[in-house]
C-alpha cells in the first residue's frame, strides 16, 4: 500500500519509507486494556502499523478510570475492550482495529508478528513466552506499579538491526593516517570528527596510502575529539547488520540482561528484578495485591523475595515501597512505559534502533515527600475511596488529590507534547476541583500532519484550532477539568491578555513550545513571577524534560546548547567544498536580500524609536543597518519594472561572473596553498581539478565547460535541464519568457551583456529593448538610469576585463 506522506510525514522523517512499509505489514496483538495497554495501543494505532488486536476479557471497574482515558463512567461493567475500540479506531482509518474478550491461547496468538503483554500473570507470561519465541513471534511484556515501571523484549534467536540509532552518517576531513597496528587517523583541528566508538567509517580521496580509499566499512575506536584508530588494516570486512539474540523469558528472568536507565540507582534494577516476581507470588497466594501501606502485606513481600534471590542483598525499604504502590495506576507513569513498549514493538517489526535488551526498571521514587513520609501517607491516607482516583490516592494520599484538584496551571502549547500533557493533568485530576483550572493556549490551526502524533484531534477537526479541540477532547476524559482554550500567542504583545493578575494567580507552567524564542520568553515571565515550569521538547527519537522551581533549580535560560558547527565564513564565500556549504550560502543570500532589508524598512517606517535603538548596536552595526534601509528606499529603490530587471541583471553578473573572475584573480588555478589541505591548488578540494580554467570564459561567464553534460561539471545541465550552448541558462532566464521573450534565439552564441545575442540596431524579435531606456542602442538608454553612460565600453577602467562594445558587462 502507498504510503500517506501527508499523514505520516514526520515520522518518515525519522524511520524513513522502508521501516515504514515493514511496519505497515505488521499484525500486533495487545492484550489487557487498563491505563498502561490502551497507552501501547494508542501508539501503535497512531504509528500506522497493519493492524492491532485489543485482548481483554475483562470488564472495566472503577477503579480503571484513574489512567484509562478511553474509558467513560458509563463504560463501568462493559468489556474495556469493546468499550475502548470505537475510540480508538478513530485515530487512523489505515489501521484496521479489532476486539476480542476470548482467552489467550496458542491459535489465538498464531498469526501475530508481536505480543504485548500487560495485566497479566507471571504464569500466563512464561508460556506465551515459551509459545512466541518458538513461532518467530515478538513478544513484549510490560508492567507498572504505582511508581515503578517494567519493560521485558524477547524478538527472537536472531533480530536483525538495520540502523543502530538512525543518526545521518557524519563526514570528517583527514589530516593524517598513521601506518601501523592500529593505524591511528587525526582529523583537521578545526572540527571535532564527532564519531563514536564501534561506527564504522570509509574512505575516499585518501593520497599516499590509497587502499583505504577501496576497502570497506572500518570498525573504529575513538582516542579523542579529532582522532580515532581503525585496527589493523591488513583485515578488512564488509559491514553487516547487527544481529542480536534474545533469551526466552524464562531463561531471562534466571540470568537477567537489564539495562540502566538512571545510573544515580544503578543497584535497584537487580532487586526490583526479584521483587517483582515476589509480587507475582504474593498476588497468586493471596488472590489480591498487597493493600496500600500495610506493613504486614510488605514484610510478606520482603520474605518471598528473600526467596526467589537467597543470599542476595537486598533494599529492603525499595521493597517495602514497591508492595506498598502495587494497586497505584499512575497515567505519567503508565504513558512512560507504555510509550517505550510501542516504541519496542517499532523497533521489532521495522528492523530500526537497537531495541532494549532485554529488561528494563524503572522508579520515580523522588516525587514521594522528603520529610515526613510515614505521617503524611499512612494506610488511612492511601485506602481506596470508591474514587476514580483510587490508583492515584494509593501512592500518594487522598490529602495530595485535593491539593491537585486546586491548582491553576498554564499549558502553552497544544502540538503533541501538549496534548500528552493534557491528557495527563485530566487523568491525575489536576484542576478539576471547584478551585483549580487549566488554561491552554495555542494560535495554530490542526492539520493532516499532525493527526499522527497529536492524538486529541480527529481528521474532522482539520483546520479548526488547536487549543478549543484539545479543550474539548480532554474534558470527555474527565469531566469534572476545568479547562478553558485561548488562541494567543506568548509574547510582549499578548501581555494585556496574561497580564500580573493571570500569572500571579497561576500556581505553575507547562511549556509545550516548538522554538526556542517562545521558551526563553515564558522563562523569563515565570523567573519573574516565581512560578513553577515544566520545560520538555522532542526531536525525532530524542527528548528533554527540565523541571524549574523557583530558588531550588536553574531556569531554562541559565544553560544553553552547545553551538552547532558553524561555516567559517571564507569558506562560505570562496571556497565552498560541501552541499551544506551551498545551501547555507543560499539562506544567507535569501536572508540578506529578501528579508532583513525589508525588515528594517518596515521597523524604520513603523516603530519611532528604531534609529535609536539601532544607534545603540555594538561596533559597525549601526552604520551597515542604516545605509542598508537608505539604499532600499532612497538610492537603490526601483520605480519601475525595468529597474527591477536592471537590478537583477546586475545583481546575476556580480554574484556568477565578476566574483568569480576576482576569485580566480586572487587565487590562480595553479596556486599551491593551505586552504585546501596544501595540495597543489585549492581547486583540488571543490572536485574541480578536470576543470579547463585556462580556457575563455564559457556562456555563464565563469568558465569554460562541456554543455553536452560531459565532464566533472555535468551535473549543470540538472539546472536548465537542456543542451546547448543555453540550456543551462534557460532556468536562470526562463522567466523572460513572460515577458513576451519567446523568440529569442536560445541557440545562438553568448552576446555582449552575457545573456543573448540581439542585434543591436533594434531589428529582430528584441528590438523592444530599446523602450526599456527610450534612446539609443550606444549608449544603452537603459544603462542611464543607473548613471552608467559614462563606462567606457571597449573594457577600460576600474571594470575593465572584457572586449567589444559592451565588453564591460
Request: contains cysteine.
Amino acid at each position: 500500500a502507498e504510503i500517506d506522506e501527508g499523514l505520516y510525514s514526520r515520522q518518515l522523517y525519522v524511520l524513513g519509507h522502508e521501516a515504514m512499509k515493514r511496519m505497515q505489514t505488521s499484525n500486533v496483538l495487545v492484550s489487557g486494556l487498563r491505563g498502561l495497554g490502551v497507552e501501547v495501543a494508542k501508539n501503535l494505532v497512531l504509528g500506522g502499523v497493519k493492524s492491532v488486536t485489543l485482548h481483554d476479557p475483562q470488564p472495566a471497574a472503577w477503579p480503571d478510570l484513574a489512567s484509562q482515558f478511553y474509558l467513560r463512567e458509563e463504560d463501568v461493567g462493559q468489556n474495556r475492550a469493546e468499550a475502548t475500540l470505537p475510540r480508538l479506531a478513530e485515530l487512523n482509518a489505515y489501521v484496521a482495529v479489532t476486539s476480542t474478550r476470548q482467552p489467550l491461547s496458542q491459535e489465538l496468538l498464531a498469526p501475530f508478528q508481536v505480543v504485548v503483554l500487560t495485566n497479566s500473570s507471571l504464569e500466563e507470561q512464561l508460556w506465551v513466552g515459551d509459545f512466541c519465541h518458538s513461532h518467530g513471534i515478538k513478544l513484549v511484556v510490560a508492567d507498572t506499579r504505582g511508581l515503578f515501571g517494567q519493560l521485558f523484549c524477547d524478538f527472537g534467536d536472531d533480530m536483525v538491526v538495520t540502523d543502530t540509532n538512525g543518526e545521518q552518517p557524519l563526514s570528517a576531513m583527514v589530516s593524517m593516517v598513521t601506518k601501523g597496528c592500529p593505524g591511528e587517523v587525526t582529523c583537521l583541528d578545526e572540527a571535532r570528527h564527532g564519531f563514536e566508538t564501534g561506527d564504522f567509517v570509509t574512505f575516499t580521496e585518501v593520497e599516499g596510502m590509497e587502499e583505504l580509499n577501496s576497502c570497506g566499512p572500518v570498525e573504529i575506536r575513538v582516542l579523542g575529539p579529532y582522532t580515532f584508530s581503525i585496527g589493523d588494516t591488513s583485515g578488512f570486512g564488509d559491514y553487516m547488520p547487527k544481529h542480536i539474540r534474545f533469551k526466552r523469558l524464562r531463561e531471562a528472568l534466571v540470568e537477567p540482561e537489564l539495562m540502566i536507565t538512571d545510573f544515580g540507582k544503578a543497584e535497584r534494577p537487580p532487586i526490583m528484578h526479584w521483587g517483582w516476581q515476589a509480587l507475582h507470588r504474593f498476588i497468586r497466594q493471596h488472590g489480591r495485591p498487597p493493600r496500600p501501606r500495610h506493613q504486614g502485606d510488605a514484610a510478606e513481600v520482603v520474605a518471598l523475595t528473600r526467596e526467589v534471590a537467597p543470599g542476595a542483598e537486598l533494599d529492603e525499604e525499595l521493597l517495602r515501597e514497591l508492595a506498598f504502590q502495587a494497586t497505584g495506576d499512575l497515567a505519567p507513569v503508565n504513558a512512560f512505559i507504555g510509550g517505550l513498549a510501542a516504541q519496542e514493538v517499532m523497533k521489532a517489526v521495522s528492523g530500526k534502533f537497537t531495541p532494549i535488551t532485554q529488561w528494563l526498571y524503572f522508579d520515580a521514587l523522588e516525587c514521594l515527600p522528603e520529610e515526613n513520609k510515614e505521617t503524611v501517607l499512612t494506610e488511612e491516607q492511601c485506602r481506596p475511596r470508591n474514587s476514580r482516583y483510587d490508583g492515584q490516592i494509593a501512592v500518594f494520599g487522598a490529602e495530595l488529590q485535593a491539593k491537585l484538584g486546586a491548582q491553576k496551571y498554564f499549558v502553552v502549547g497544544a502540538g503533541a507534547i501538549g496534548c500528552e500533557l493534557l491528557k495527563n493533568f485530566a487523568m491525575v485530576g489536576l484542576g478539576c476541583g471547584p478551585e483549580g483550572c487549566i488554561t491552554v493556549t495555542d494560535m495554530d490551526t490542526i492539520e493532516k500532519s499532525n493527526l499522527n502524533r497529536q492524538f486529541l484531534f480527529r481528521p474532522w477537526d482539520v483546520t479548526k484550532l488547536k487549543s478549543e479541540r484539545a479543550a474539548a477532547a480532554v474534558r470527555e476524559m474527565n469531566p469534572a477539568l476545568r479547562v478553558s482554550s485561548r488562541p494567543d500567542r506568548v509574547g510582549p504583545d499578548t501581555e494585556r491578555v496574561y497580564d500580573d493578575d493571570f500569572f500571579e494567580a497561576l500556581d505553575g507552567v507547562a511549556n509545550a513550545l516548538d522554538n526556542v524564542d517562545a521558551r526563553l520568553y515564558m522563562d523569563r515571565r515565570c523567573v519573574y513571577y516565581r512560578k513553577p515550569l515544566l520545560e520538555s521538547g522532542t526531536l525525532g527519537t530524542k527528548g528533554n524534560v527540565q523541571v524549574v522551581i523557583p530558588f531550588l533549580s536553574e531556569s531554562y535560560s541559565s544553560s544553553q546548547d552547545p553551538p552547532e558547527k558553524a561555516i567559517p565564513i571564507c569558506t562560505l564565500k570562496n571556497f565552498p567544498n560541501a552541499i551544506e556549504h551551498t545551501l547555507q550560502w543560499a539562506r544567507d543570500e535569501f536572508e540578506g536580500l529578501f528579508k532583513q532589508p525589508a525588515e528594517n524598512v518596515n521597523q524604520y517606517l513603523t516603530d519611532p524609536k528604531f534609529v535609536e535603538r539601532t544607534l545603540r548596536l555594538a561596533g559597525t552595526q549601526p552604520l551597515e543597518v542604516l545605509e542598508a534601509v537608505q539604499r532600499s528606499l532612497v538610492s537603490e529603490r526601483p520605480r519601475a519594472w525595468p529597474d527591477c530587471v536592471a537590478w537583477a541583471c546586475r545583481h546575476w553578473h556580480r554574484q556568477y561572473s565578476n566574483n568569480i573572475r576576482q576569485l580566480l584573480h586572487n587565487f590562480p588555478p595553479g596556486q599551491v596553498g593551505d586552504t585546501g589541505g596544501g595540495g597543489p591548488g585549492w581547486i583540488g578540494s571543490l572536485g574541480m581539478d578536470q576543470v579547463p580554467w585556462g580556457g575563455a570564459l564559457g556562456p555563464l561567464g565563469c568558465f569554460r565547460v562541456p554543455w553536452d553534460g560531459s565532464g566533472p561539471l555535468g551535473w549543470i545541465r540538472s539546472l536548465g535541464g537542456g543542451t546547448g550552448s543555453l540550456g543551462v541558462l534557460y532556468s536562470l532566464w526562463g522567466w523572460i519568457r513572460s515577458l513576451g521573450m519567446d523568440q529569442v534565439p536560445w541557440g545562438g552564441a553568448l552576446g555582449p551583456l552575457g545573456c543573448f545575442r540581439v542585434p543591436w540596431d533594434g531589428s529582430g524579435p528584441l528590438g523592444w529593448i530599446r523602450s526599456l531606456g527610450g534612446g539609443h542602442w550606444v549608449p544603452w538608454g537603459a544603462l542611464q538610469s543607473l548613471g552608467m553612460d559614462q563606462v567606457p565600453w571597449d573594457g577600460s577602467g576600474p571594470l575593465g576585463g572584457g572586449t567589444g562594445s559592451l565588453g564591460v558587462l
